[in-house]
């Protein structure tokens, strides 16, 4: 256990480098640490610029925790608007649902789903062997490895996404971020997110529209797909669901009052 006047000499330090919550992440390092010398070097990692979660190589989502590597995104709050969405429009809990997550990352939306519907089983798909291995991890951790299978599989193998099969229930938080807008995010994200679940093509739009005419042969009758989107987004990711037939709701917006989520569903 780290004391007390080391963690406040490390929240100096977080404070001295700009940390808005240095106090709390130094209390978080702390708890994380196996030793003071481990401490150190969280402390040092993180005046450098490094993310908080990153250094603790994990995150919470949907009250749960996941592992992160490398070739993740960081599960944040905003996407977990994509299963509250879920849960508004399919309330009842007790159905045998089949679910995919295309790009699963860490598995977050997947296992979050799973963990909401208690007889779903479901499959998460990634170009990351990296992601893979980490939703696999948090499929164990999280007790729901034998409902949830990940592979690696990029959709635009529209054969191998295709043999799949069909689902009840689809989720995506595809990258959405055009092209040109990478270099002004912030450093962390440039620095430790990886570009390729952050660089949607030039307009941001690419993966929808990829993904779009692939729709109507995943979705079995009846089910719904739900994507998060960037929040000046919706119109133009309607449209390219209605273009190939599908019905597209939304958008449902985040805990900041933004567009965050748009269904699609067979006509």
């Given at each position: ?44 990692r993180r005046a450098g610029g490094e993310p908080l979660h990153r250094i603790l190589g994990w995150r919470e989502f949907w009250g749960l925790r996941f ?166 987004q919706a119109a133009a990711i309607k449209a390219i669901f209605q273009s190939e037939n599908l019905r597209a709701g939304g958008p449902w917006q985040d ?7 748009i269904t699609a569903q067979r006509e």
């Amino acid at each position: 256990m780290i004391a007390a006047d080391i963690i406040a000499r490390g929240a100096e330090k977080l404070r001295a480098a700009g940390c808005d919550n240095a106090w709390l992440e130094a209390r978080w390092l702390a708890e994380d640490a196996r030793s003071e010398t481990e401490y150190k070097s969280f402390l040092a990692r993180r005046a450098g610029g490094e993310p908080l979660h990153r250094i603790l190589g994990w995150r919470e989502f949907w009250g749960l925790r996941f592992a992160l590597s490398p070739e993740t995104l960081e599960p944040r709050p905003d996407s977990e608007t994509v299963i509250e969405t879920l849960i508004t429009l399919r309330p009842e809990k007790n159905i045998h649902y089949r679910v995919l997550d295309l790009g699963t990352g860490t598995g977050c939306l997947l296992l979050a789903a799973l963990h909401e519907y208690s007889q779903g089983i479901g499959v998460g798909i990634d170009a990351a062997t990296g992601a893979v291995a980490a939703a696999q991890k948090n499929a164990a951790y999280l007790n729901l490895a034998a409902r949830a299978q990940f592979q690696r599989l990029d959709w635009g193998d529209t054969a191998a996404l295709q043999a799949l099969g069909t689902f009840d229930v689809i989720v995506c938080n595809p990258p959405y971020i055009p092209s040109r807008d990478i270099a002004a995010l912030a450093q962390d994200v440039q620095r430790y997110d990886p570009r390729a679940a952050l660089d949607g093509g030039a307009d941001g739009l690419a993966p929808y529209r990829l993904l779009a005419p692939q729709l109507r042969r995943l979705l079995a009758p009846g089910g719904i797909a739900l994507f998060e989107i960037g929040h000046d987004q919706a119109a133009a990711i309607k449209a390219i669901f209605q273009s190939e037939n599908l019905r597209a709701g939304g958008p449902w917006q985040d805990l900041g009052g933004k567009d965050r989520v748009i269904t699609a569903q067979r006509e």
